[in-house]
C-alpha cells in the first residue's frame, strides 16, 4: 500500500514539475509575445506621430515639425529593428514604403515652398497611397500579434486548467486506491486474527480439535503458532493427566491385591525397608505380635518405636521389669 500511493506521489510530482516546467516556457513566450506587441504599438505610435507631423510640416513649413518628424522617424525605425526578427518581410516592406512615404512628403514641402500647390497636392495624393499601404500592413503586423498573444494566454490557462484537473484525478484516485489498500490490508488481517480468536475461544473451552489458521510468515502466522503450542501443551496435560489417573487405578487396584494375599496368608507377614521402616504388613501379624497395639502399628513406623510401644505395653515378656 505505502508503495501505490508512494509512486502516486512520485507520478504526481513528476507530472506536477512537467507541467510547471511548460507553464514557465508558456510564461516566457507570453512574455515575449507581449514584449513583442509593445513594440509594434509603438512602431504604429510611432508611425501615427510621423504621419502628422510630416502632414503639418508640409502645412505649416515650420521647423518644429520637420523636427518632431525626424524624432517620429527615429522611434518608428527603432521599433522595427525590434520587430524585425519577428517578421522581417513585413518590416522590409514597411521601411521601403516609408521612405518612399518621406520623399513624398519633402516634395510636396518644397512644392508648396515653391508656392507650386497643385503640384503639391499631387504629391501628398501620393504620399497618403504609401500611408495607407503602410497602415494596413502596420495594422496586420498588430493584429498578427495580438491573436498570437491572445493564442498563447488561452493554451497557457487551458494547461493550467487540465494540469489542475489532472492533478485532482491523480490525488483523488490516490486516494481512492489508499482506502480500498487499506480496507484489503484490514480485511486479510481481520479474517485470520478472527479465526484466530474463534479457534482460541474453542481450545479454552475445551474443544482441543478446533481449527487453527495455517502458519503464514507473519504476525498473524506467530500467534497461529503460538496458538498451536498452547493446544499441543493441553493435548500433553491432558495426556499426562489421563495416564497419571490410569496410574493411580492401577497402582490402587495392585495395592489391593496385594493386600488382599498378604491377608489370606495364615501367619503374620511384615515387610521392613533398608531404614527398618514398616513398609507393610497383614492383619495377622498385628493381632499376633502386637494385641493391644492394632491401631498404632502401621505402615512408615520404624521397628524401634514399634518394640518401645511393644515394651512399653508389657508385650515383651523378657523386656518387663528391666
Not at 496458538?227 to 493441553?234: G, K, N, T
Not at 493411580?248 to 496385594?258: G, K, R, Y
Amino acid at each position: 500500500m505505502c508503495a501505490v500511493l508512494l509512486g502516486a506521489l512520485i507520478f504526481s510530482s513528476l507530472y506536477l514539475n512537467r507541467a510547471l516546467n511548460n507553464g514557465e516556457r508558456a510564461l516566457v513566450e507570453e512574455a515575449e509575445l507581449v514584449s513583442i506587441l509593445t513594440s509594434a504599438n509603438n512602431a504604429s505610435r510611432a508611425f501615427g506621430d510621423l504621419k502628422y507631423w510630416l502632414a503639418d510640416l508640409a502645412v505649416s513649413l515650420l521647423m518644429r515639425a520637420e523636427t518632431n518628424a525626424e524624432l517620429a522617424n527615429e522611434k518608428l525605425s527603432s521599433a522595427l529593428d525590434e520587430l524585425k526578427p519577428h517578421d522581417p518581410e513585413t518590416v522590409s516592406f514597411m521601411r521601403a514604403e516609408i521612405e518612399l512615404m518621406v520623399d513624398k512628403f519633402l516634395e510636396a514641402v518644397e512644392a508648396y515652398t515653391d508656392g507650386q500647390r497643385v503640384i503639391g497636392n499631387t504629391i501628398m495624393a501620393e504620399a497618403r497611397v504609401h500611408t495607407q499601404l503602410i497602415d494596413e500592413r502596420l495594422a496586420a503586423m498588430v493584429g498578427n500579434f495580438e491573436r498570437q498573444a491572445l493564442k498563447q494566454r488561452d493554451e497557457s490557462l487551458e494547461d493550467i486548467r487540465q494540469t489542475e484537473w489532472l492533478s485532482k484525478i491523480i490525488m483523488l484516485g490516490a486516494i481512492v486506491v489508499g482506502l480500498l489498500l487499506a480496507i484489503l490490508v484490514l480485511h486479510s488481517i481481520s479474517r485470520p486474527l478472527e479465526k484466530l480468536v474463534r479457534a482460541m475461544k474453542e481450545i479454552t473451552a475445551g474443544n482441543l480439535d478446533a481449527t487453527i489458521p495455517d502458519d503464514e510468515h507473519d504476525e498473524i502466522g506467530a500467534m497461529a503458532n503460538t496458538l498451536q503450542l498452547f493446544r499441543d501443551s493441553l493435548r500433553e496435560r491432558d495426556r499426562l493427566a489421563t495416564e497419571r489417573d490410569q496410574a493411580s487405578v492401577a497402582l490402587a487396584l495392585t495395592q489391593s491385591q496385594l493386600n488382599a494375599a498378604l491377608e489370606s496368608i495364615s501367619e503374620g507377614f511384615c515387610l521392613y525397608d533398608s531404614e527398618d521402616k514398616l513398609l507393610l504388613c497383614n492383619r495377622r501379624y498385628r493381632e499376633v505380635l502386637y494385641p493391644d497395639m492394632e491401631d498404632t502399628v502401621a505402615p512408615g513406623m520404624r521397628f524401634e518405636t514399634i518394640m518401645r510401644q511393644a515394651i512399653a505395653a508389657g508385650l515383651v515378656k523378657d523386656a518387663v521389669g528391666k
